[in-house]
């Protein structure tokens, strides 16, 4: 279990937030709609993202399509519906998806439509039948395609971001003339993945390869990035998938090759989703509510001005709009709380929506030449000089954003284990969580009895290139995997 940050001064106002000690699941939701981050509807399955979760997913979005676009990827719109008969010419891929799918088999006016129109739980279909227009040879290739949209995939058991019938999302679809060429923008984007969980998110991630029973419906292989939540389960972070030449085959999507012969290209497909912004708050989280990386953060510095009558109120004010150009010409994303609330309101709601610095400022700090800071994640108040206050804050959340990353990394150290037998791990997951790293002979039946003597732990991933020892937990043979195990959102 994660720790519990105690704070007096807090708990009147956050009484309201479920403890994560006593639960964990009422405190990720408590979490979600007091920080103002997303909401029900009254459309089952659907959240409403408010404006402080909205802000959230435009950092995240900005950041990765930076890296895609300095990787040479573009970003295209392809339509929402797509026709029965393009949906059903990958059979394996239909049927991972046909229990989700959603139809469209009505219109206004016109009545019964002749063939049923499916609304995207995902575009490789579309965007295959699309893509094959703009390719006739080589030259053509590769077409790194992206686009950013939403997706349904009718789900009954939802919970806030981590699992929607509707959700934003980027997907990734790509078209090369080789295999290998393929395989390297599957690992790029793997890479690319962790990157933006990492350095921006602050969440360490263990990238590797799924196993056959994991794998996307009709991919070769799918490699995705797992989290460790602080309730100890693993996150899907994200997916990128190799297709080999399955769906080229399936949409005929085919070149001329350098031989002038006609072949068809090799796919992947790659997505992250609103699921990151449930991870996050998971990850860094706590009982007074959400820790944000500054990187990803709304807003990265909250300044709460302290004054007891109108000269006061004039001073601070001036003392304020004399460092907030320079503090912003830093790239400080600033907000000044100049609301009726009593100041101790204003510490708990930004302590609440995660705001990584606050800064106060009352008649003796203006006396002193100095701002008092402190920090959401120690909550020890320091003080800055207003000289130089700009860079000074960049540092700061610089520091910060590399402390949050080093606490997750250790919390995820401190709940990993190495075991060696079904029975070790059947009785590790009766008692708790985490991870555990555990060979495998690759039998799928080795696999599946995992699973069920568990009550659903998984193999999340492992890492292919890494050699395993010793014998298989479950059947003995020699292991030809080390996977790492651990139940799952
Ligand atoms: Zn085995």
New binding site residues.
Partial sequence: MAEIVENAETQAFVKDITRMSVDFDRWYTDVVRKAELADYTPVRGCMVIRPYGYALWEHIQRAFDDMIKATGHENWYFPLLIPEDLLVKEAEHVEGFTPEVAWVTEAGSHGRLDQRLAIRPTSETIIGTLIRRYIQSHRDLPQLTNQWCNVLRWEMRTRLFLRTAEFLWQEGHTFHATAEEARREVDLILDLYRRLAEEWLAMPVLPGLKSRAETFAGAVYTKSIEAMMLDGLALQAGTSHYFGQNFSRAYDIAFTNRENQREHCYSTSWGISTRLIGGLIMTHGDDTGLVLPPRVAPVQVVVVPIFRDGPARERVRAAIEGWRPEVEAAGVRLKVDWSEDRPGEKYNRWELKGVPLRIEVGPRDLEAGQVTIVDRLTRERRSLPMAGLGPRLRAELEDFQARLFRRALEFRDRHTYELATLAEVVDHFRRGTGFVWAP??E?P??EIRVKEETGGVTIRNYDPDQPATGG??????PARRRVVLARSY
């Fill in positions: 495998w002979c039998d039946a080795c298989c937990l479950v059947c003995g043979r």
